[in-house]
C-alpha cells in the first residue's frame, strides 16, 4: 500500500498472548469494548535525565503507531500523552553521619526552563517527527506540573488512609514508602524518606515531618491545593497515576512502558489490591533490548565500564542522538522497526538482543518511495473526493502537530485500505470556519454539498474549542490514488 516491501524475516516462537490475539492492537480490545470511551490515550512515560537510547524509543514509537492502529481499527479519537518525569535524580550526595542519600531532582537543580531546553533538545523534534509520520497527536506533561494537579494530589491523599496496607506492596522488604518532600529551603530531599514521617492525615491534607542534611527538621502540609513539592518513588507514582487515570470515563488510558515494567506492576497490582475504587488500566508492554548475555541492555553499565557494548552494538543505540541521519530518518527507521514488531504478537511480546536489532536494521530496505509523507485519516465521503482529484481543499483546526506544515510536504489520505498521496500546495489560516469557507470557497472543499450543510458538518467534527484553535485550508493536489 505504501510502495515499500521488503523481506526482512523476524523469527519469533508462539506465545500465550499471540496463541490469544491476531493483533496486537487487540490488547485495547476488552476495556475498549467494556466501558466505550470518547478517545483512547497511549501514555508513556521517560525520565529526563541525558539522551535517549534505543529501548527508550521503541516504546514511545510503539505508543503513536499503537495510537495509530487503535484509531482505525476501533474508530475511535486516539493521543498520546507524555509524562516528562523531570523527578529523576539530578544529583544525589550522602548525609555526613547518617550515611542517608539525598537527592536533587532535574526539575529542582534546573528550574523549568532547563526541564524544558532538555525536552526541546531530546524529545519535542522526535514527537513531532512521530505525529507527522502516524497522524497521531501528542501531549507532553512533566512529572512537576502533574503533582500539582489537584486531582493527582488528592488521589495521592486518598491513598494515605491505606498507608498500613500499601507500605508492604510498595516497599516489600521494609515496609518504608520512598515519600519524598523536598526541603522547602534547599530542595533536597532525603532518598529514602528514612526520616519522613506522616503525623497527621485527614479529609483536607496530611502533615508530615522529614530532615535535612543543612536545615535540619522540617514540617510539611500537603493538600489537593497547596505548592509542597510531591516526589513519589517509582511504584508509589505509577499507583496514583493509574488510579487517577482510572477514574476519568470520557478517556481510556493505555499504559505503554518498556517490557522490564511486566515485573514491575506485579507490585503495582498488588497496592490497587489493598485498595478500594478503580482497577488498573490497560498496559501494553514492548520488547526489551538485550546483551548477549540476556540481561537488559544499559547504558549506564557500559559507561561505567562494568560491561562491553554487546555484539551488535551501534552508538546510535546507547545514545539516539548519534544516528546517522536526521531526525525525520531516525523516526522513519524506528517506524519501520516497531510496525515489524507490531505485526504479529509473537513478534512483540518477546525481547531482541543488540546483534537480532543489528541483523534487522541492517536488512532494512530503502525508503522505496522516497517521500515521506504525513498521514491524515478522512471519513470516505470526503477521502472519493480526494482520491478523484475533485476535493482541492482540505480544512483542519490547527493542532500543534500541524504548526509545521508547509508547502511542497506531502500528505497521505487513509480511509480503511485505502490510501492517496497528495502534495500541499498553499496553507492559509483562519479564525472560524466561516471565514475559511467565505475566503476559499465552498466548492473546492466539497463540491457536493452546500456551505451551510459543510458548517453544520465540520463543526460536527469540531468542537468551538477545537476551532478557537485557528482554522487551517489546506490546498493539495493529487498525486497518486490507490483505491
Ligand atoms: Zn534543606
Request: negative net charge.
Amino acid at each position: 500500500m505504501n510502495g515499500r516491501s521488503d523481506s526482512v524475516e523476524i523469527i519469533s516462537p508462539n506465545n500465550v498472548l499471540a496463541n490469544a490475539m491476531l493483533r496486537s492492537i487487540d490488547m485495547v480490545r476488552p476495556r475498549l469494548q467494556a466501558t466505550n470511551p470518547d478517545r483512547v490515550a497511549f501514555c508513556v512515560g521517560t525520565q529526563i535525565n541525558g539522551a535517549p537510547h534505543l529501548g527508550t524509543s521503541l516504546v514511545q514509537t510503539a505508543a503513536f503507531l499503537l495510537a495509530k492502529q487503535t484509531k482505525r481499527a476501533f474508530g475511535v479519537d486516539t493521543v498520546v500523552r507524555f509524562g516528562a518525569l523531570d523527578n529523576a535524580p539530578y544529583d544525589i550526595r550522602l548525609d555526613p553521619e547518617t550515611h542517608h542519600a539525598y537527592q536533587t531532582t532535574y526539575f529542582h537543580a534546573l528550574g523549568a526552563d532547563g526541564v524544558d531546553d532538555l525536552l526541546g533538545k531530546y524529545y519535542r523534534g522526535m514527537f513531532d517527527s512521530l505525529a507527522d509520520a502516524t497522524g497521531v497527536d501528542y501531549e507532553i506533561e512533566t512529572y512537576t506540573a502533574q503533582q500539582t494537579d489537584p486531582a493527582f494530589r488528592h488521589e495521592f491523599l486518598a491513598t494515605l488512609g491505606w498507608l498500613d496496607q500499601i507500605r508492604w506492596p510498595l516497599a516489600p522488604s521494609h515496609g518504608q514508602v520512598h515519600l519524598r518532600l523536598p526541603c522547602p529551603e534547599c530542595g533536597w530531599a532525603e532518598k529514602r524518606a528514612e526520616r519522613t514521617r506522616l503525623q497527621r492525615t485527614g479529609s483536607g491534607g496530611a502533615d508530615f515531618t522529614a530532615v535535612c542534611t543543612d536545615h535540619g527538621d522540617y514540617d510539611i502540609a500537603v493538600t489537593a491545593d497547596t505548592g509542597a513539592y510531591l516526589d513519589l518513588a517509582t511504584l508509589y507514582r505509577n499507583l496514583v497515576k493509574e488510579r487517577m487515570a482510572a477514574r476519568d470515563h470520557v478517556t481510556l488510558s493505555v499504559m505503554v512502558k518498556g517490557g522490564d515494567w511486566a515485573y514491575g506492576c506485579q507490585l503495582v497490582d498488588e497496592a490497587f489490591a489493598q485498595l478500594p475504587g478503580p482497577v488498573p488500566p490497560p498496559r501494553i508492554f514492548t520488547p526489551m533490548v538485550l546483551t548477549d548475555t540476556g540481561a537488559k541492555l544499559s547504558k549506564s553499565l557500559i559507561r561505567e565500564g562494568k560491561v562491553a557494548p554487546p555484539p551488535g552494538t551501534h552508538p546510535w543505540m546507547l545514545d539516539v542522538t548519534e544516528w546517522p541521519g536526521s531526525i525525520d530518518d531516525y523516526v522513519d527507521a524506528m517506524v519501520w522497526l516497531v510496525g515489524k514488531m507490531l505485526a504479529d504478537p509473537k513478534h512483540l511480546y518477546r525481547s531482541y538482543t543488540t546483534q537480532e536489532l543489528d541483523r534487522i536494521m541492517t536488512a532494512r530496505p530503502a525508503t522505496t518511495t522516497g517521500v515521506r509523507a504525513r498521514e491524515m485519516n478522512l471519513y470516505r465521503r470526503y477521502f472519493d473526493l480526494v482520491a478523484s482529484g475533485r476535493k482541492t481543499i482540505e480544512v483542519r483546526v490547527q493542532y500543534p502537530n500541524l504548526r509545521n506544515l508547509k508547502v511542497g510536504d506531502h500528505i497521505r489520505f487513509v480511509c480503511g485500505r485505502d490510501d492517496a498521496l497528495t502534495q500541499v500546495r498553499r496553507v492559509a489560516r483562519y479564525s472560524s470556519f466561516e471565514e475559511m469557507l467565505d475566503s476559499e470557497g465552498p466548492a473546492r472543499v466539497n463540491p457536493d454539498s452546500p456551505r451551510e450543510q459543510q458548517l453544520a458538518n465540520i463543526r460536527r467534527i469540531y468542537g468551538p474549542e477545537k476551532e478557537a484553535l485557528g482554522v487551517l485550508a489546506i490546498e493539495i493536489e493529487l498525486l497518486d490514488h490507490a483505491v
